[in-house]
């Protein structure tokens, strides 16, 4: 499978959407005992796991930024993430889901954390976002045109 | 930290609960174009991800299964897993995570697929099973008693 063309089985983060951010770091930071990356702040935190990250974000703006209402019975409360290695693939892989039957809840564009991201559905509204632009994504590959 | 006490950085499957689990295949199987594991039957369908599994299993069985009622508002339809080398480790892990401030939600026990598990939340609910007895375990500690 040609990279950028397909989705590979992986992904890059899981998010929590939590309701006070504080109470999460005391449970998942003080009682677990787990470490926040540097990257982490006040506005999100984020745990190293095996191979990917999980990322405490609140609730609402979770929601948000999927595009979705908060109270909308079908907002789970949580997304993941698949991050890719240039803005092109992120135009590829939502066109190529959509096709696959995913339902494309927020097209791609410049989002406020400086990378550029859209989301799309399964089809029990379980939330992907489609992600470039983060410390995160993966190395692009060699022959790759970014 | 002495393995079996603490919890690592770490899960072993991300359980979505699904409405008809031949319309996910469809999603992620014959759309996406992944693969389900040798493990995966008309139950339950497992996708080997970057160093953990993704697993769709109908949504009202995850329900049953952690305890819960389906129509809970708190159930957000999926579950987090982290499975340990022996049944020990997993009393030990809930009461671990229970002294950090989750929710005991379902006790282990012994469980239908013959493995043993129960089930913590998180402050805002969200589901972590712990488990031990299917393929997906950790290999033990070599000092570890079993």
Redesign the interface.
Known sequence: ?KKGK??E???TL?T?????LK??A???I??????ATEASNEEIIF??????F?SLYP?GELAKDANTQEDRSNF???S?SYNVSSRSQVDEILA??E????KIIKPAQNVFWGGYSGYFS???G?LWEVAHGSSMDPEPDVEENN
Chains 1, 2 share one sequence.
């Open positions: 499978m397909g989705m089985q992986r992904l899981i929590l959407g939590v309701a006070d109470q999460s005391a449970f998942y003080d009682g677990l005992g787990w470490k745990i190293e796991m095996n191979g990917f999980l609730h789970r409360g949580f993941l190529f889901a096709k696959a039957g995913a399964d089809p029990d379980f």
